[in-house]
């Protein structure tokens, strides 16, 4: 069985720093890509940063490029998002996401690419 856990968030002002940590557990993370969404209230949730499986791609939405990095650890079999100069924007709850295909190299922004999700982590950035 696969379980995902977030921790890492919290309450920021803007222009502030938070780190993301998505732990794994049931399987290594070492042959999957990873995803991090987010779900502001009110709106659907959208994806914020992917990672391929052998980390070589990250990719990530347009509105987070240059200010968050997402990266992955093996040994730890642990999944980090990084998120610097944050905006009020970022308020949400932040998931992460595995996908359980092999290898897969799919839209890794997409979020029904992904079969495991993890219960969510909030963060607010305040003004």
């Known amino acids: 069985q696969v379980q995902l856990v977030e921790s890492g968030g919290g309450s920021v002002q803007a222009g502030g720093s938070l780190r993301l940590s998505c732990a794994a557990s049931?399987?290594?993370?070492?042959?999957?890509?990873m995803g991090w969404f987010r779900q502001a209230p009110g709106k659907e949730r959208e994806p914020v940063a992917a990672i391929s499986w052998s980390g070589g791609g990250t990719y990530y939405a347009d509105s987070v490029k240059g200010r968050f990095t997402i990266s992955r650890d093996s040994a730890k079999n642990t999944v980090y998002l990084q998120m610097n100069s944050m905006k009020p924007e970022d308020t949400a709850v932040y998931y992460c996401?595995?996908?359980?295909?092999?290898?897969?190299?799919?839209?890794?922004?997409?979020?029904?690419?992904?079969?495991?999700w993890g219960q969510g982590t909030q963060v607010t950035v305040s003004s």
């Open positions: 049931g399987r290594s993370i070492s042959s999957y890509p």
């Open positions: 996401a595995m996908e359980q295909t092999k290898y897969y190299s799919g839209n890794l922004l997409n979020e029904y690419e992904y079969d495991y």
